[in-house]
């Protein structure tokens, strides 16, 4: 089975801080994803990337960067967080195989609090 | 821009009842729509995924179909368990490009 994995489950951060979200997968997905969710707003497309070095901006890049150097790895780099960056950030990853984008498969999330 | 919506926000079965969940969306030029489930705290389990040319796929007691031309998905959950309480979502990727639209969600429960 596919396994995404996001390195902290809760986290707790201040104003300001510059906070790093590490997701690894393990099946060489080309296409990685961040999400954040919030209720009532459902999920919104942070970036993504479909290939090392390569990103495109989602819904909502506003004051959030990423970092992809190995394909099994993206991260997620709020350069100063605020407190409207509280929310769950999910991950997620996907194989592009023949020309078909297969099954999105999530990582558990990180819940963020920014203080 | 692509809109995708589930109806109803939130239901509430006793157990052993089918039950139809619904998601619908508003440019049909989609390449593929995928259902999925969310426990509370955790995060998304991909429950089927449904090609732009099928009509279903079926898992288990779960079966989904699309009628893409009139913007319409429903997830159809048979001989309903208190284990299937949980947030189902759709979610359709457009024709051209790698994003995936999501709604909502509708919040099920399943009581005992």
């Known amino acids: 089975d596919v396994k995404v994995t996001q390195s902290s489950r809760y986290l707790v951060k201040r104003t300001g801080e510059k906070v790093f979200l590490e997701c690894v997968q393990d099946?060489?997905?080309?296409?990685m994803f961040w999400y954040r969710q919030d209720p009532g707003l459902g999920l919104r497309l942070i970036y993504f990337?479909?290939?090392?070095?390569?990103?495109e901006k989602g819904d909502i890049p506003e004051g959030y960067s990423v970092s992809r150097e190995k394909k099994e790895r993206f991260s997620l780099i709020l350069e100063s967080a605020s407190t409207n960056q509280t929310s769950m950030y999910l991950c997620a990853s996907s194989l592009f195989k023949a020309t078909r984008y297969e099954k999105l498969f999530f990582g558990s999330g990180t819940q963020l609090s920014v203080l | 821009k692509q809109e995708v919506t589930q109806i109803p926000a939130a239901l509430s079965v006793p157990e052993g009842e089918n039950l139809v969940l619904n998601c619908s969306f508003t440019?049909?030029?989609?390449?593929?729509l995928q259902w999925f489930r969310q426990d509370p705290g955790k995060g998304l389990t991909s429950l089927l995924l449904i090609q732009s040319s099928q009509r279903e796929q079926t898992s288990g007691r779960l079966n989904a179909s699309l009628d893409k031309s009139s913007g319409r998905s429903t997830l159809y959950i048979a001989a309903s368990q208190p284990g299937d309480s949980a947030t189902y979502l759709c979610?359709?990727?457009?024709?051209?490009?790698?994003?995936?639209?999501f709604g909502a969600g509708t919040i099920l429960r399943v009581k005992s």
């Open positions: 979610a359709v990727r457009r024709e051209y490009g790698n994003k995936l639209v």
């Open positions: 990337s479909y290939d090392v070095k390569m990103k």
């Open positions: 099946m060489d997905h080309e296409n």
């Open positions: 440019d049909s030029a989609i390449y593929n």
